[in-house]
């Protein structure tokens, strides 16, 4: 059975510092790994994702790799800023469904 | 470019009742997934239809059923409604079955009185 762990489980820095989320995963057989961004009672923004055969993926600030042998993944996010303030879940699929981690909840201080 | 579309997004019934939550995939993705987040927690995986099958099954309880229509949108039949089943339900589309990038609707609040 995949499990997902991510750490920390909360995170709060002063604006501007570049900071990385981890994600872990037990099972290495994974089509792909999402990330994805949930404000407090909202719905779910993907930001990356990287299939099983890349290492990385960039969109803007974010940076995400993966190892898939190791079963980790991180989300480097650069020059952080208030906006970014929000929860990050890492999930995984493996034949179909995607499991999730219980997130990251993050928080940036102007 | 067309999204995933939940309704209602908003619901609030009482035990015991029933619940019919809708989702319409996005054009020509044959492929949807319903998952529950529960508060404070992550998004649970509950069932999957593709090409109007049902592909795989999470821990989806008895009185919850579901189905895909020949329009491809998938309905989430809830019944005997209990306090716990208070949580946001995704749906969410994909073009194909395994390994395809799936996209999320914005998700229906259920509010279990």
């Known amino acids: 059975k995949q499990e997902v762990t991510q750490i920390p489980a909360a995170l709060s820095v002063p604006e501007g510092e570049n900071l990385v989320l981890n994600c872990s995963f037990t099972?290495?057989?994974?089509?792909?790994l999402q990330w994805f961004r949930q404000d407090p009672g909202k719905g779910l923004t993907s930001l990356l994702l990287?299939?099983?055969?890349?290492r990385e993926q960039t969109s803007g600030r974010l940076n995400a790799s993966l190892d898939k042998s190791s079963g980790r993944s991180t989300l480097y996010i650069a020059a952080s800023q208030p906006g970014d303030s929000a929860t990050y879940l890492c999930?995984?699929?493996?034949?179909?469904?995607?499991?999730f981690g219980q997130g990251t909840r993050l928080t940036i201080n102007p | 470019a067309a999204g995933v579309i939940q309704s209602p997004r908003h619901l609030i019934k009482e035990k015991r009742e029933t619940a019919t939550l809708k989702c319409y995939p996005i054009?020509?993705?044959?492929?949807v997934y319903w998952y529950q987040q529960g508060p404070g927690q992550d998004p649970q995986f509950l069932i999957s239809?593709?090409?109007?099958?049902?592909?795989d099954k999470g821990s989806i309880p008895d009185r919850f059923s579901a189905q895909q229509f020949s329009d491809y949108h998938s309905e989430l039949n809830m019944s005997s409604l209990e306090l716990g089943d208070s949580a946001l339900y995704f749906c969410?589309?994909?073009?194909?079955?395994?390994?395809?990038?799936?996209?999320f609707g914005p998700g229906t609040r259920l509010t279990v009185t």
């Open positions: 990287i299939q099983s055969s890349q």
């Open positions: 969410a589309s994909s073009p194909g079955g395994q390994g395809w990038e799936q996209y």
């Open positions: 054009p020509r993705h044959d492929t």
């Open positions: 999930a995984v699929q493996g034949a179909q469904k995607l499991v």
């Open positions: 239809f593709y090409e109007k099958m049902q592909s």
């Open positions: 099972d290495s057989a994974i089509y792909n």
